[in-house]
Nanobody, 116 residues
Framework: QVQLVESGGGLVQPGGSLRLSCAAS????????MRWYRQAPGKQRELVAS???????WYTDSVKGRFTISRDNAKNTVYLQMNNLKPEDSANYYC??????????WGQGTQVTVSS
């Protein structure tokens, strides 16, 4: 069992930056992939970015070139650096991982609002 706790959300103007953190209660070394999802009101949850234990990354098209996912295994933390934020990036952002053949884990979410 592991708990994921997101932080770093907030209100930012268009063009601004935020860095989200996802701190795990235990080692993340056993998790092959760590992901960030987001969900805006009235919309489905969507995968934003993922990173493997080998540090391969993937991004949804709408955030490529603006967002960067990274992981610090020593700190059991995954980050999402978000630059040049747009109003359409406003959503609740969730951290996710899954044990191989086992349960999935979600954080409680952190709200990002991009508005002038």
């Amino acid at each position: 069992q592991v708990q994921l706790v997101e932080s770093g959300g907030g209100l930012v103007q268009p063009g601004g930056s935020l860095r989200l953190s996802c701190a795990a209660s235990g080692s993340i070394l056993r998790f092959y992939v760590m992901r960030w999802y987001r969900q805006a009101p009235g919309k489905q949850r969507e995968l934003v970015a993922s990173i493997t234990s080998g540090t391969s990354t993937w991004y949804t098209d709408s955030v490529k070139g603006r967002f960067t996912i990274s992981r610090d295994n020593a700190k059991n933390t995954v980050y999402l650096q978000m630059n040049n934020l747009k109003p359409e990036d406003s959503a609740n952002y969730y951290c996710y991982t899954v044990d191989t053949g086992g349960p999935a884990y979600w954080g409680q979410g952190t709200q990002v609002t991009v508005s002038s």
